[in-house]
């Protein structure tokens, strides 16, 4: 049974195409979803359905939580974004200006943006490093100051998966001396009154749906040597996402856990002009600084895919029919963006993965109906 919190007239089909998920018999059929989306600063759409957890003892609420995988990585592009605003941290300045110990092994010219934009040359690990290795900021960021870069940093794009996260939350560390988990709480979520954190705050444990992995991919493309270190050393697991160590550590990449109304209100603040119920957190010239691409718009790893400092701008519909909207998605098919056009921010979470690594057709299918005019 699909709840409808709020369906404002006009986005009936997009409620029908939500609802349809639920009734798929392929491996996208859903099991527990939700889907937020606001227009001009006012909440448009609310729906939810399914379980929490795979017993479906716990039905999907306003208040569930999902790991929203890799879109946690626009929220870290916000944090940074707000702190290039106000002129701490510079896009264009070498990353060691704010973490010194980041020049060894010759990276010292390497800049924020290139960070923000996976051309760092540090999509994966030199050392070997176990899924548990994950868990210590402390071994991490040092291993990836020491590592020397994996190819010739701004030479190409290909998508820093799981270390864009420590590499950007350590310069966020550096320069405003709280944790990327500490900044999100004070600067994001409190400010927009927006329901995510990194990780999962003790009194939310009961609100986090369970995570459900995805099957093997059957058109898995076959990456090249420079994508490759983003899935290796150590290999993905989706299953950890259900685990304590996981929901308890800071990965600032990949485990944002978030309401779909909680996401959606970041979306909706970056779609007008960066400003949401009296709060603001971007300046119009932050905003603008970032969305503006960064490079060429072919990543080594998802293809077309044009970077902008931390967000994906929508190339090819990939947040609707206009160049102007951006967003970021997860693996399995999370997602938020902004579609400032039509002053829309919208968010879409799910606890049942799909294998796609580009283009799950349950976010394809309701970001074109959410961003229609």
């Known amino acids: 049974m699909i709840v409808e919190n709020v369906l404002r007239p006009g986005f009936e089909a997009l409620r029908d195409r939500f609802a349809a998920h639920f009734a798929r018999d392929d491996e996208f059929r859903e099991l527990g979803a939700a889907l937020v989306v606001y227009r001009h600063g ?19 609420g306003e208040r569930t939580l999902t790991n929203i995988w890799s879109a946690s990585k626009g929220v870290l592009a916000l944090a940074i974004a707000q702190q290039v605003d106000t002129g701490v941290l510079d896009y264009d300045a070498p990353v060691a200006r704010w973490w010194p110990e980041f020049a060894q092994a010759g990276k010292g010219s390497i800049t924020l943006g290139q960070v923000m934009s996976h051309r760092a040359g540090l999509n994966g690990f030199s050392e070997p490093t176990t899924a548990q290795d994950l868990y210590d900021w402390e071994l991490v960021t040092a291993r990836l100051a020491r590592q020397a870069p994996l190819w010739q940093p701004g030479s190409l794009v290909a998508y820093h998966g799981m270390t864009y996260g420590w590499l950007a939350g350590e310069v966020l560390r550096r320069a405003t001396g709280l944790t990327p988990r500490d900044y999100i709480a004070a600067h994001i979520a409190a400010p927009l009154q927006a329901d995510l954190a990194l990780g999962v705050p003790a009194a939310r444990a009961a609100d986090v749906a369970t995570i459900v992995p995805p099957q093997a991919d059957g058109k898995a493309v076959e990456l090249n040597s420079f994508a490759i270190h983003c899935v290796r050393n150590p290999v993905p697991d989706a299953a950890a996402a259900n685990q ?130």
């Not at 909440?43 to 939810?48: A, G, M, Q």
């Open 42 to 60: 006012e909440k448009v759409v609310e729906l939810y359905g399914g379980w929490q957890d795979d017993a479906a003892s716990q039905p999907w």
């Open 244 to 373: 304590p160590g996981w929901r308890s550590a800071q990965l600032p990449a990949v485990n944002v856990h978030a309401s779909a109304d909680g996401l959606a209100r970041l979306y909706a603040a970056l779609a007008n002009g960066g400003r949401l119920d009296g709060a603001t957190l971007l300046s119009p010239a932050g905003l603008a600084r970032l969305v503006a691409p960064r490079g060429a718009a072919e990543d080594q790893m998802l293809g077309a895919r044009q970077w902008a400092a931390g967000v994906a701008l929508s190339l090819g519909g990939l947040y609707g029919p206009r160049a102007d909207a951006f967003g970021h998605s997860g693996w399995g098919g999370s997602f938020g963006c902004a579609d400032p056009a039509s002053g829309r921010g919208i968010a879409y979470i799910t606890r049942r993965m799909g294998s796609a690594l580009n283009g799950d057709p349950r976010a394809r299918g309701l970001v074109e109906l959410a961003t229609k005019m």
